[in-house]
């Protein structure tokens, strides 16, 4: 499609709009971080790294980031395994009721987040503490599992219908059994896929605040509670612009993984 100069010129100015609407406020927390006035007035007087330096001496940060590695770690684990496995089945077999199972996969990221805490927390509750299993990171890799889940069978599905069954139906044409195609034939075309579910699955369980709440227990404090029970203290204000900063610098790196990867259309999947 052929545009006016006009046109273009205006698609521009949309354009770099959009981007300093998204980015202006993340290019203010990096400065604020180096701001030597602990109130963020502006334009800085200064610039120091103490708050750094504080940052990193910050028990509470360094637990809460811990805590929130663990949970996003085996929440991918867990969406990686089902969601495969879910969408190995949608798009290899057929069945009643496949067109309900994707609706129903999908659903938990479509609901409205204080929607899925709340239902989490009631099953929690008539569920697992009869059993005596109170609330903590366990329930919290639940809770993020149901909608990560998501994320990864919507690449998987995604790969596996592009490549179609003409490979694996190659290979145990030639002999092979169904552990040497998987190995061989079916985990190469999916790896890359799988990679940048997982990436982007780690990212929401990660950044996850409202679920968490429901169905953390009193002794569990992620990264993103101990920013905003922290967020109104003038004492911790500096250093939440620093944690901030940090966490937009690790998050280029995954998210441009995952978009290159997911957009990969001529590898067949391999890294």
């Known amino acids: 499609m052929r545009l006016s100069p006009w046109a273009r010129w205006v698609l521009r100015g949309a354009m770099a709009f959009g981007l300093l609407l998204i980015y202006a406020p993340l290019a203010l927390v990096l400065v604020n971080s180096f701001n030597s006035d602990r109130t963020f007035s502006w334009p800085p007087p200064s610039f120091t790294t103490q708050w750094w330096s504080k940052a990193w001496a910050s028990s509470g940060a360094r637990n809460a980031l811990w805590v929130s590695i663990q949970a996003g770690f085996w929440a991918t684990i867990v969406a990686l395994i089902l969601g495969t496995m879910i969408a ?129 227990g009193s002794n569990v404090n992620t990264l993103p509670f101990w920013i905003f029970d922290n967020l109104f203290r003038p004492n911790q204000a500096p250093v939440i612009n620093v944690v901030a900063a940090v966490l937009v610098v690790l998050s280029i790196v995954p998210i441009y993984l995952a978009q290159r990867l997911s957009s990969d259309t001529t590898s067949g999947g391999r890294l």
């Open 88 to 216: 190995f089945a949608v798009s290899r077999f057929k069945f009643f009721g496949r067109e309900a199972i994707s609706l129903l996969v999908v659903l938990p990221i479509a609901l409205p987040g204080v929607v899925t805490g709340i239902a989490l927390s009631n099953a929690f509750s008539s569920v697992l503490q009869p059993l005596g299993i109170e609330k903590g990171l366990l329930t919290v890799v639940i809770g993020h599992a149901t909608f990560c889940i998501v994320v990864v069978y919507n690449n998987v599905l995604a790969r596996l219908r592009r490549t179609g069954s003409s490979f694996e139906e190659a290979s145990a044409d030639l002999g092979a059994n169904t552990f040497q195609t998987f190995r061989y034939v079916t985990f190469p075309m999916l790896r890359s896929a799988l990679f940048a579910g997982g990436l982007l699955a780690f990212a929401l369980s990660f950044d996850e605040i409202i679920v968490t709440r429901f169905t953390a």
